[in-house]
């Protein structure tokens, strides 16, 4: 659709940020915990037969650093992470002006961190999770999301302060790891979580 909508002639090649493991030399999925449907697929082979341009697929967090350096809060900056906080957690690192992928593909995958994985303590898909088991009853009815759980903090939700406050202490503690692991000159927070607020509970917003 994206396509249709440019005049000819006006692009010259494409490219997808996927989240998971990507392997950007051939273009093809490894690992894609979110879209497991394309799992093991040629994605940008599949792109260049639809669309008739080179194309290139690479994980959707180093593209999002790359683009930072490039024309976001890095500009200028040879040393770079983005840590994306969404339904996920990934970051994308660049080194000395390079993007780092890792000799599987699998730089940046924070979400596996420890103890007990970041991703099952701290990301939008855990939190209303964490939430309900807290809270029980019947009192999770509306908390399908982690937005959910941040407006019920703010609401002076007991329990959802606690969780969201918990959550803010993880990922304060991520960033001050990759900040030692990598001494990068930025570290760009962004994502879906990284908007988020609470109030006066002691987490007044992520990012």
């Given at each position: 659709e994206l396509a249709g909508s440019v005049r000819p002639g006006a692009v010259q090649a494409v490219a997808a940020g996927i989240?998971?493991?990507?392997?950007?030399?051939?273009?093809?999925?490894?690992?894609?915990?979110?879209?497991?449907?394309?799992?093991?697929?040629?994605?940008?082979?599949?792109?260049?037969e639809r669309l008739g341009w080179p194309a290139a697929v690479d994980n959707d967090d180093l593209l999002a650093a790359i683009g930072e350096a490039a024309a976001g809060a890095a500009i200028g900056c040879r040393d770079v992470v983005f840590v994306s906080l969404g339904y996920g957690l990934g970051a994308g690192l660049i080194v000395g002006g390079r993007p780092v992928?890792?000799?599987?593909?699998?730089a940046g995958a924070i979400a596996y961190l420890g103890p007990d994985r970041l991703d099952e303590r701290?990301?939008?898909?855990?939190?209303?999770l964490r939430y309900?088991?807290?809270?029980?009853?019947?009192?999770?009815?509306?908390?399908?999301?982690?937005?959910?759980?941040?407006?019920?903090?703010?609401?002076?939700?007991?329990?959802?302060?606690?969780?969201?406050?918990?959550?803010?202490?993880?990922?304060?503690?991520?960033?001050?790891?990759?900040?030692?692991?990598?001494?990068?000159?930025?570290?760009?927070?962004?994502?879906?979580?990284?908007?988020?607020?609470?109030?006066?509970?002691?987490?007044d917003g992520i990012g």
């Open positions: 989240s998971g493991i990507v392997d950007n030399a051939n273009g093809t999925v490894l690992l894609s915990p979110d879209l497991p449907g394309l799992n093991g697929v040629a994605v940008a082979d599949q792109l260049v992928r890792g000799a599987s593909h699998a701290a990301s939008g898909r855990a939190i209303p309900r088991e807290a809270a029980g009853g019947g009192r999770v009815d509306d908390v399908a999301d982690a937005r959910a759980v941040f407006m019920l903090a703010e609401a002076g939700d007991p329990i959802a302060a606690r969780v969201v406050s918990s959550v803010v202490a993880a990922l304060g503690d991520l960033v001050v790891d990759v900040a030692a692991l990598l001494d990068p000159e930025v570290i760009v927070v962004g994502g879906g979580l990284a908007e988020l607020r609470a109030g006066d509970t002691g987490a």
